[in-house]
């Protein structure tokens, strides 16, 4: 069975601090990884990972692919209390663009 | 462009009652999703279309019913409400390659 698994599940940093967050999977036929963000609403989405050692970077935000390993990391410098949230990892499983969730994992940024 | 819409944003329903939520999108995706968010969960797939009058089984369909008539719409139906259906439900829709974009979502009870 496909699974996708994130940890920590919650995680409470104060501002300035570095966070990395972690994505494992276990998929038959991967095509590509995302990475959402999401607030109260809707996730927001921030990045697609297709290759492996590619980093892919957005301001404080960046990520990385391991399709060895199977797993990807998110990085966050400089965490500000607007990166508070639930990142949600995902996978591309080739089922007609079907996305296989994790958990998410909460993140907290403290004054 | 709107993106992604949904109808209603909130929704009381007594258990037996049915109700269709309403999703559209205006980016010419060719396919759309139902997914249900609850607490400890992530996200969790119900039901998708890869085109005009098409659907699919996602993983978690019971209890639910789908149409998609129009390429920019996709009902979520359900016929007899149970309080196991309190969630909030968000659509999505993307092109075969690349992410999907999320409506706001709705937040459905069942007493």
């Known amino acids: 069975e496909d699974k996708v698994v994130q940890s920590p599940l919650s995680l409470v940093v104060h501002e300035g601090d570095t966070v990395t967050l972690n994505c494992s999977y276990e998929v038959t036929n991967f095509r590509s990884l995302l990475w959402y963000k999401q607030e109260k609403k809707a996730p927001t989405f921030l990045f697609m990972l297709t290759s492996s050692g590619i980093e892919k970077k957005s301001g404080r935000l960046s990520s990385i692919l391991d399709k060895k390993e199977l797993f990807s990391i998110l990085n966050i410098t400089a965490t500000q209390t607007g990166d508070s949230a639930i990142y949600l990892c995902a996978v591309d499983g080739g089922s007609q663009g079907n996305l296989i969730f994790g958990k998410g994992t909460k993140l907290s940024v403290k004054p | 462009n709107a993106g992604v819409t949904q109808t209603p944003k909130f929704r009381v329903l007594k258990t037996g009652q049915s109700m269709t939520l309403l999703c559209a999108q205006d980016m010419n995706h060719e396919y759309m999703y139902w997914y249900r968010q609850d607490p400890g969960m992530g996200l969790r797939l119900i039901h998708y279309s890869v085109g005009e009058g098409t659907t699919a089984k996602g993983e978690v369909p019971d209890g639910y019913n789908v149409s998609r008539l129009k390429k920019q719409n996709f009902l979520l139906g359900l016929e007899s409400a149970a309080p196991s259906q309190t969630s909030v439900y968000f659509c999505?829709?993307?092109?075969?390659?690349?992410?999907?974009?999320f409506g706001p979502g709705t937040r459905l009870t069942v007493t």
């Open positions: 999505a829709s993307s092109y075969r390659v690349g992410p999907q974009a």
